[in-house]
């Protein structure tokens, strides 16, 4: 089994990527939701390894923390770096990756972030390709991670094989016919999704989203535990990135085969809400709701995830038998 690490930065956009299982299974991208990190694909890494698919985990990485005074306020006061000493030093990633045991920590990304979906879609694109994947994906993603791989199929369709879509919504469906829908721009909901947030603290935050997350204690905990290392402008940014990823497209269509997946108990995404449409614009969509789970369904039921996930991976994007045989004699 191959794993490869780091971070990968393209033109003020920067992912946290791992990629691991079999050398020359076909690859499946997993992207994280907003807020939540790789781990949350932990139950379904080995399943997908045990079926002969290779894995390509990404997230976003922690921002560098600024470097704090030593002494008072002074514009000659001593900087000290917030860096602890035993850091990995900064590895940027533009061709190839770093072995996986020689990674302790994954480094801050080095340039300014400008975080937005599609620059997240553009940078995994290329990542894809500087690791030499296949040259179809086939894209899972969960809220944010979900809107990256709609926006990557919209960018290069050539190259996605399948989409599995999680507790998100659509970023291309035409808008109702509201006078609210019409009048407002994206940017300006954005903007007063990050004015909703000023009011709030991080832990406030983090407290509600963990709660929402899913129907089991486990669950919750992950979630609130996976937030811990965002502040509150970061988790208001990754916010403002989801919420203006939106673009209307009438005569857009997702040609791939695309799996709707949306946990029982979910009333946190917009899945629910907009599911008969998607299925009715896209002929190729299938919709899955796991029982006994809420928002984050892999993790509040994983059993019933991996067997939606293989089953339509298996008939969507399937594994050369010639290489699974390799790969199980090895």
Not at 29 to 51: F, I, K, S, T, Y
Not at 251 to 266: F, M
């Amino acid at each position: 089994m191959q794993e490869a690490a780091g971070v990968f930065e393209r033109s003020g956009s920067a992912l946290r990527y791992r990629m691991a299982g079999p050398e020359d299974g076909p690859v499946v991208v997993l992207g994280a939701g907003r807020w939540l990190d790789h781990r949350m694909w932990d139950q379904q890494l080995p399943a997908l390894w045990e079926a002969g698919y290779r894995t390509l985990t990404w997230d976003l990485p922690t921002p560098r923390p600024r470097g704090r005074r030593a002494f008072g306020r002074g514009r000659f006061a001593r900087r000290v770096s917030a860096r602890p000493p035993d850091a990995v030093p900064d590895v940027s990633v533009p061709v190839e990756s770093v072995p996986i045991d020689q990674v302790r920590t994954y480094p801050a990304p080095v340039v300014k972030e400008n975080l937005t979906v599609r620059g997240l879609a553009e940078a995994l694109l290329e990542l894809a390709d500087r690791l030499r994947a296949h040259r179809q994906l086939a894209l899972v993603g969960h809220s944010l991670g979900a809107e990256v791989a709609q926006e990557a199929a919209f960018l290069r369709p050539e190259r996605v094989a399948g989409l599995v879509v999680v507790a998100a919504g659509c970023l291309t469906l035409p808008r109702r016919p509201w006078p609210m829908s019409w009048t407002v721009p994206v940017h300006r909901w954005a903007n007063l999704a990050a004015l909703a947030f000023a009011s709030r603290s991080d832990a406030h935050i983090r407290h509600g989203a963990a709660r929402a997350a899913g129907v089991g204690a486990a669950t919750q905990t992950h979630a609130y535990t996976a937030m811990e290392r965002f502040d509150k402008s970061r988790l208001t940014q990754v916010w403002r990135a989801g919420v203006a990823a939106v673009h209307p497209e009438p005569d857009y269509r997702i040609d791939q085969p695309l799996l709707l997946v949306r946990g029982e108990y979910d009333r946190t995404s917009r899945l629910g809400r907009q599911a008969r449409r998607w299925l009715d614009r896209d002929p190729r969509a299938e919709y899955e709701v796991v029982d006994r789970a809420g928002y984050l369904a892999n993790l509040d039921n994983p059993q019933a995830f991996n067997r939606l996930l293989l089953e339509f991976l298996t008939a969507r994007h399937p594994v050369p038998r010639t290489r699974w045989r390799r790969y199980r004699a090895g």
